[in-house]
């Protein structure tokens, strides 16, 4: 469509990349802040400046009324509905999917789809049907099949079934550490007496793989009486950057995706399900109940994953297995046992079986509150149990019947993508969160596969990159001069001076690195000097929006390079006013390299001032729901800190306590906290939930910079602390915008 002058090339790169707003005095102020993001309007700005969008920043101003309800339409949802005014006729559907982009980026998905069936064809939005017998007809001895491996789907029993089919016999071996001698050999046997060879998990010997493509070359020079047209090889590999990509070119690639949703979960695990296992617990009546139970609770830890970091940590590659095993746990104790041992059972299945892959702590305390809900004596006495207490009259647990009953009543459930997500404790805001994450890979993805030309006419890559250069040159502050601020906080003994000293040390180390990055980088694209493979990396970043990564060894962030350079002057210039003049009234704990070691200092602070060892000291959080020009001075202990948000939740001002999000707000801001250093004493947790706070959005960070900070106790309100949980609701020093 590019070619065909379809699709205009401007607006179909601002709709990969965005817009960048470096500078925001220098925009319109945003006419429709109430229900309109910041981030959203500078699209909205840039996209102004399209001959097709040409003010388009007026009708907002104009007809801002007319543009929130199409914003906040649900039934339909945007992607459906003519924009505003002229603009619904004036716009062809490309340019209507831009708008989206700026406004609505968690339905583009779904416009994208539309548009790729209305023009291109409904073939390339429907996945092939996955059929092995065809794979196996266009397959010959010397030609590989590699299954593409997806969370949650094993290809062998597929293989098997089509081996047995076939009359063919298949010689198995899981790849790993000291196998690659007897794949050798097994690949030897095969292609001299016409067996199959099917080596799983070759991502776990990916050092070996090139040896593999040599060998099938040796094979294929053999004279035709020392093969057998019979033999077959067939892999399984996770995706990896490093398999050869020859290999790749010259095999059949196929992939499958796992069953999504909480219906085809269940489905599938009753369907392994035999009448005789179903029926082998002496106990019948617990045991079908919180066998049903169990199987609800893997469906939902599987799917769970669906919503990111509002869903789990970190995602983990729960399987049938597991399932499999506490099965059998659970047929094996009701037997063994009068009364139902739920401590031993709950222990067993949460802890030690799916807990053993569980690595971070938050994780685990969901698993807790997701088997407390599922396992309880309510299952097994209260007629069609609700399992998810958000849905009462969904999801429960039928009333005693064969396996039959309980695969009818599966059924009944709500098909794939329709799972609502109360099911998993979630608010419904949760789903935006994982469009809008889809979306983000769709168009990285896409950007990543764009070739490198230039429209006639246009500017060129180094054109552009050279005017972005010069206004982050302008933008990005000098580095302080630490000489000074050592010389001027000399008397200065606290443990936060040494904060200070510290924090301008790493930010002056990256103030640095931008500034001769971007020099050096602005000599080469004008031909004065060597581009080396870092400035290379640097020059692709800037150009597609993005911060280098050279330039996120300070502080991790997801922001984009706009947001990301507004960020960093804010940062900077807290640092300046404390080293300069004075500590803040208010700290903004985002703008710390180390937020911990902030907090570690006004702990020790404390200890010393006090008298009382630091191990003695914990956090007291008071909530104050006033604005930082009301405070005029510090606390005696601790420090106010602003600047922290909730996702997942919001903070209701009037009942001063967590409540649930508004429609659409995926993060809210909190008001400013009292971080107050207290001798240790006993406390009742009743009422309170203990919210993670985190750096940024990835709530695992990396293995050198977690991104878990501390526990802040919040008053839970209306709801117990389990209901936050099942929430994932935390609080971020810093967004992705």
Not at 257 to 276: C, S, V
Not at 461 to 468: H, W
Not at 574 to 592: E, H, I, K, T, Y
Request: glycine share 4%; proline share 8%; with cysteine.
């Amino acid at each position: 469509m590019l070619s065909e002058n379809a699709i205009d090339r401007d607006e179909y790169d601002f709709f990969l990349r965005g817009g960048t707003v470096l500078d925001r005095s220098q925009r319109p102020d945003n006419p429709c802040a109430e229900w309109l993001s910041e981030v959203a309007w500078d699209n909205i700005c840039e996209l102004d400046k399209l001959p097709a969008f040409k003010h388009l920043v007026a009708s907002f101003e104009q007809s801002g009324e007319e543009w929130k309800q199409w914003f906040r339409s649900d039934d339909p949802p945007p992607d459906r509905l003519k924009p505003p005014g002229e603009w619904g006729n004036k716009w062809n559907d490309f340019q209507q999917m831009v708008v989206l982009r700026c406004l609505r980026p968690d339905r583009v998905l779904f416009a994208t789809r539309a548009f790729v069936a209305k023009h291109l064809g409904e073939q390339f939005t429907e996945p092939p049907p996955f059929n092995l017998n065809e794979v196996y007809a266009l397959s010959d001895p010397l030609t590989p099949t590699i299954f593409v491996l997806s969370a949650g789907v094993d290809p062998t029993p597929l293989l098997e079934q089509l081996a047995a089919t076939e009359g063919q016999h298949v010689e198995q071996l899981a790849l790993g550490q000291g196998q690659t001698p007897i794949a050798e050999e097994m690949l030897e046997a095969g292609v001299r007496n016409g067996h199959w060879v099917f080596l799983a998990n070759c991502h776990l010997s990916i050092s070996w793989i090139p040896t593999l493509e040599k060998l099938l070359v040796k094979y294929s020079k053999l004279p035709a009486e020392k093969r057998s047209d019979n033999f077959r090889l067939w892999l399984s590999s996770d995706p990896h950057p490093d398999f050869p990509i020859s290999l790749l070119q010259s095999s059949i690639k196929l992939t499958t995706e796992p069953p999504k949703g909480l219906k085809a979960n269940m489905a599938r695990l009753y369907d392994n399900i035999t009448p005789e296992q179903f029926d082998r617990c002496h106990r019948p009546e617990k045991y079908k109940k919180l066998l049903f139970s169990l199987c609800f609770f893997h469906s939902v830890l599987v799917e769970r994953r669906k919503f990111l970091s509002l869903g789990w940590n970190i995602p983990y590659a729960f399987s049938d297995s597991d399932f499999a095993v506490c099965e059998n746990l659970l047929s094996g104790y009701l037997d063994e046992y009068d009364e139902t041992p739920w401590d031993a059972l709950k222990y067993l299945v949460a802890q030690a079986n799916y807990g053993g892959r569980v690595t971070d702590d938050m994780d685990r305390r969901l698993l807790g509150v997701y088997i407390d809900q599922v396992f309880n004596d309510d299952v097994l006495t209260q007629s069609r149990y609700p399992l998810s207490p958000d849905l009462p009259h969904m999801f429960q647990v039928p009333d005693d019947g064969d396996l039959d009953v309980y695969r009818r009543y599966i059924a009944t459930l709500p098909a794939q993508g329709e799972d609502p997500p109360e099911a998993f404790g979630q608010h419904p805001n949760a789903d935006i969160a994982s469009q809008m994450q889809e979306t983000n890979v769709l168009l990285n993805t896409i950007l990543s596969l764009q070739p490198r030309v230039v429209t006639e006419g246009a500017a060129s890559r180094e054109e552009v990159t050279l005017e972005l250069i010069a206004q982050l040159l302008d933008q990005i502050p000098e580095p302080l001069n630490l000489e000074d601020i050592v010389q001027k906080h000399r008397h200065d003994e606290s443990p936060l001076k040494t904060v200070l000293v510290q924090e301008v040390a790493r930010y002056n180390m990256l103030l640095n690195k931008c500034h001769s990055s971007l020099r050096q980088l602005q000599r080469g694209l004008r031909g004065l000097v060597v581009i080396s493979p870092e400035l290379e990396e640097v020059f692709e970043n800037l150009f597609a929006n993005k911060v280098p990564p050279a330039w996120l060894s300070a502080y991790p962030s997801l922001k984009p390079l706009g947001a990301w350079t507004r960020d960093l002057v804010e940062r900077v210039d807290q640092l300046r006013r404390w080293a300069m003049d004075s500590a803040p009234n208010v700290f903004w704990l985002s703008g710390f390299t180390f937020p911990s070691g902030f907090l570690t200092g006004l702990l020790q602070s404390t200890a010393r001032r006090n008298g009382v060892p630091i191990d003695n000291l914990s956090w007291e959080f008071v909530i104050l729901p006033q604005d930082e020009s009301a405070i005029n001075q510090p606390p005696k202990e601790g420090a106010y800190i602003k600047g922290l948000f909730l996702e997942g939740a919001r903070w209701d001002y009037e009942k001063d306590a967590l409540a649930e999000p508004l429609p659409m707000e995926l993060y809210s801001p909190m008001p400013i906290v009292h971080f107050k250093p207290v001798e240790h004493k006993k406390k009742s947790s009743k009422g309170l939930y203990s919210c993670p706070l985190y750096m940024y959005p990835i709530r695992t960070g990396t293995r050198e910079r977690p991104s878990f900070i501390t526990l802040v106790d919040l008053n839970a309100g209306a709801f117990a602390s389990n209901f936050w949980i099942k929430r994932g609701a935390a609080l971020l020093l810093s967004l992705a915008n």
